[in-house]
Structure formats: structure tokens, C-alpha cells
């Protein structure tokens, strides 16, 4: 699995747009890059996730760059709810059908008003 | 949404006694469910992955004889910590994939166990 790099904290004012970036310079060519986050004492939380293209659904957008080396999460208006560790992590799909993930450090971001 | 559940969400027990945690899909079936530790301020890690029907694959370093899993049916995986002591004392969190979607895994709220 692609080692992953995340800055460790990240601030961001309420109702501003917080992008979270990765470096995934060792991704090969079938990992995925997927985006978590944990509100404290919490489990993982689902962001989004993506191969090439850059995806968007109602939590987030995610942006890969062309040579997929690295990838911005974006949260379009950051709310106070939105405080929590994001992880990214890179990942393919074993024989068996299914992904296991690797979790980094990850960004600590914190909203404020 | 897909939902998973985990119970207990705490427990306290003695060193040397046994705990079961249970880890539950509750709208879908899970083929695959994977269990996690976290100590404080630290990331998760995966400790194995367990397939329903077959023996978990523990990641290297965890101890297959003190860390039990059982997976037998499609929504259920139990993790049992055998004989434990203060050092165990984490937060235990379970995954499920759901494959039918896009094989992302759905996490439940985690069981904090802490070990006198």
C-alpha cells in the first residue's frame, strides 16, 4: 500500500472551504486513494475515494493531480462539526475483493468560528 | 447508509478474565469485517481481517492465541480477548465491507475496554 503524508494540524474558519492535502508519491497504478475521518473518540467516518478522475459527492470533493502523486480533500463550507483527524490512505483491492486500510497520522483539523 | 454497531461500546474487567466484543452489520451483509486498536492520540491499527467461514488473517505482531475471532455468519464477528491485562486497555473498532457498493468500509462506534 502507497505510504501516505498529511501535514499533522490544519485550522480553518467556519463556513470557508478547508482543503486537506496528501502526497501519495509511491502510488502504483490500481491503488486507490481513499479519504476517512474520526471524531474524537468515534469510529472512521467515510469521505470519498478515488482512482484518476476527480470526485465529488455531498460531503466532500476530492482532487487527484494528473500524475497522481498527490490529492487535495476539500470541504467546500467547513462547519464546526466538521473538527476531526482526516486520513488518507492509499489502497488496492486484494484477490479477495476487498481493501485494507492502512491508516497514517493523519490531518487534525480544527474549525473555528 | 450502511450501519454497524459494537457491543459493549465500554467495559472494565479484571486482568486475567476474558472479554467479548460483538461487531454487527445491521443492513447489509458483511463478507469481509476487520478489527482495529487505537491507543490515545494514536492512529488505528489494523490488527486482522476476518472472513465469514474461514480463519481471520492477523496482521504481523498480533498474537492470533490471545486476540480470537470468530466470523461465522454474515453479519456478525465477535473479537474475544483472552486473558487480559492493563496493556490491552484500548479502543477496539470493527470494519464491514459491504460488496455491493464500491468496497468502502463502514466502521462502528468502537468498544473502549479498559483492563484493572
Known amino acids: 500500500d502507497a505510504k501516505t503524508t498529511q501535514p499533522p494540524s490544519m485550522d480553518c474558519a467556519e463556513g470557508r472551504a478547508a482543503n486537506l492535502p496528501c502526497n501519495h508519491s509511491?502510488?502504483?497504478?490500481?491503488?486507490?486513494v481513499y479519504w476517512y475521518r474520526q471524531i474524537h473518540s468515534q469510529g472512521p467516518q467515510y469521505i470519498i475515494h478515488?482512482?484518476?478522475n476527480n470526485e465529488t459527492n455531498e460531503m466532500a470533493s476530492l482532487i487527484i493531480t494528473e500524475d497522481r502523486k498527490s490529492s487535495t480533500l476539500i470541504l467546500p463550507h467547513a462547519t464546526l462539526r466538521d473538527t476531526a483527524v482526516y486520513y488518507c490512505?492509499?489502497?488496492?483491492?486484494?484477490?479477495?475483493?476487498?481493501?485494507?486500510?492502512?491508516f497514517g497520522a493523519g490531518t487534525r483539523l480544527a474549525v473555528h468560528p | 447508509g450502511a450501519v454497524v454497531s459494537q457491543h459493549p461500546s465500554w467495559v472494565i474487567c479484571k486482568s486475567g478474565t476474558s472479554v467479548k466484543i460483538e461487531c454487527r452489520s445491521l443492513?447489509?451483509?458483511?463478507?469481509?469485517m476487520f478489527w482495529y486498536r487505537q491507543f490515545p492520540k494514536q492512529s488505528l491499527m489494523l490488527m486482522a481481517t476476518?472472513?465469514?467461514?474461514?480463519?481471520?488473517?492477523?496482521e504481523q505482531g498480533v498474537e492470533k492465541d490471545k486476540f480470537l475471532i470468530n466470523h461465522a455468519s454474515l453479519t456478525l464477528s465477535t473479537l474475544t480477548v483472552t486473558s487480559a491485562h492493563p496493556e490491552d486497555s484500548s479502543f477496539y473498532i470493527c470494519?464491514?465491507?459491504?460488496?455491493?457498493?464500491?468496497?468502502?468500509?463502514?466502521f462502528g462506534p468502537g468498544t473502549r475496554l479498559t483492563v484493572l
Open positions: 490512505i492509499g489502497t488496492h483491492m486484494f484477490s479477495g475483493g476487498y481493501n485494507k486500510l492502512i
Open positions: 443492513d447489509f451483509q458483511a463478507t469481509t
Open positions: 478515488g482512482l484518476k
Open positions: 476476518s472472513n465469514e467461514g474461514s480463519k481471520a488473517t492477523y
Open positions: 509511491t502510488i502504483s497504478g490500481n491503488e486507490y
Open positions: 470494519s464491514a465491507r459491504d460488496g455491493r457498493g464500491d468496497n468502502e468500509q463502514f
